[in-house]
Nanobody, 117 residues
Framework: QVQLEESGGGLVQPGGSLKLSCKVS????????MDWHRQAPGKQRESVATITTGGTTNYRDPAKGRFTISRDTAKNTVYLQMTNLRPEDTAVYYC???????????WGRGTQVTVSS
């Protein structure tokens, strides 16, 4: 049973930083592509960053230059380091994976990030 559990969200002022964690169980995080997504109120869920099995990272425009996705295989945890946060980054952030050779997708419950002064 694959499970993803996010943590690390909270309230931060504009320009501040947060580091989100996604604890993975039931599968090794280095064996699957892992993503961070976010959903702001009234908006569709959008992809933010991806880390492949080989460790290659990809970022969508809102995250480029400010967010960093990484993983710790010993802790089986994926991270999203966010810097220079803006009010428009306010959203629920979700961890996601879709193991290969399966149609099943796994999502965490999300962690709220609020950027406000």
């Amino acid at each position: 049973q694959v499970q993803l559990e996010e943590s690390g969200g909270g309230l931060v002022q504009p320009g501040g930083s947060l580091k989100l964690s996604c604890k993975v169980s039931g599968i090794r995080c280095e064996d699957v592509v892992m993503d961070w997504h976010r959903q702001a109120p009234g908006k569709q869920r959008e992809s933010v960053a991806t880390i492949t099995t080989g460790g290659t990272t990809n970022y969508r425009d809102p995250a480029k230059g400010r967010f960093t996705i990484s993983r710790d295989t010993a802790k089986n945890t994926v991270y999203l380091q966010m810097t220079n946060l803006r009010p428009e980054d306010t959203a629920v952030y979700y961890c996601h994976t879709k193991p290969p050779f399966t149609s099943v997708e796994y999502w965490g419950r999300g962690t709220q990030v609020t950027v406000s002064s």
